[in-house]
Nanobody, 121 residues
Framework: QVQLVESGGGLVQPGGSLRLSCAAS????????MGWYRQAPGKERELVAT???????NYADSVKGRFTISGDNAKNTVYLQMNSLKLEDTAVYYC???????????????WGQGTQVTVSS
């Protein structure tokens, strides 16, 4: 019912920058939360950043001051600007959304397919 399409991953050197994008489409009545999680090899998926109601942001301590999440409500799109990237930022980054779906009684969670971010010299 809702699809998430991610883009912007890739290979970057330490200290470099990348910008991830995620566009939501489908039977969306309203978006409550959009955000990013990541999963490194051998580790559990962890929160990176979220934006609630297009305004309130939340960041993992490990990315504060380096990553910035923003949203475009008109396009149902969320962005993650990643600066000063470190080796430990290497992971698959997953877009996440909690949305009110047309015809559904309660909000639902959806995940993107993931995009690889590799930080390497």
């Amino acid at each position: 019912q809702v699809q998430l399409v991610e883009s912007g991953g890739g290979l970057v050197q330490p200290g470099g920058s990348l910008r991830l994008s995620c566009a939501a489409s489908g039977r969306i009545f309203s978006i409550n939360i959009m955000g990013w999680y990541r999963q490194a090899p051998g580790k559990e998926r962890e929160l990176v950043a979220t934006i609630t109601s297009g305004v309130r942001t939340n960041y993992a301590d490990s990315v504060k001051g380096r990553f910035t999440i923003s949203g475009d409500n008109a396009k149902n799109t969320v962005y993650l600007q990643m600066n000063s990237l470190k080796l430990e930022d290497t992971a698959v980054y997953y877009c996440y959304t909690n949305v009110a779906v047309q015809g559904a009684w309660s909000p639902r969670n959806y995940w993107g397919q993931g995009t690889q971010v590799t930080v390497s010299s």
